[in-house]
């Protein structure tokens, strides 16, 4: 059974850092990609940042979404089955539950979502 299990969300102040956790468990975590997703109040969710399964040193293997590029970065670490996403800078518009996601394409893959972690950008 796999799951994905965020941590680490909460109120923080404009300007200032939260870092979330999503550990997963029932997969061959080094061979899936993941994603950070995020859906604010009454809107849509969308991608924050993505991870490939690859070593991130190959190009095009970590992308971001245009609105946090430069304040976020995700890291994965496959000995600890954990990605990781560093928030700096933060702003009320990053008010937000954030989702990870782990997606392998292809036989013997899947799609499978985290319960979610609200994150709250407000003074």
């Known amino acids: 059974q796999v799951q994905l299990v965020e941590s680490g969300g909460g109120l923080a102040q404009p300007g200032g850092s939260l870092k979330l956790s999503c550990a997963a468990s029932g997969i061959a975590f080094s061979t899936y990609a993941l994603r950070w997703h995020r859906q604010p109040p009454g809107k849509e969710r969308e991608l924050v940042a993505s991870i490939g399964a690859l070593p991130t040193s190959v190009p095009n293997m970590i992308i971001y979404g245009d609105s946090v590029k430069g304040r976020f970065t995700i890291s994965r670490d496959n000995a600890q089955n954990t990605v990781y996403l560093q928030m700096n800078s933060l702003k009320p518009e990053d008010t937000a539950v954030y989702y990870c996601?782990?997606?392998?394409?292809?036989?013997?893959?899947?799609?499978?979502w985290g319960q979610g972690t609200q994150v709250t950008v407000s003074s």
């Open positions: 996601r782990a997606l392998k394409r292809g036989s013997g893959g899947g799609d499978s």
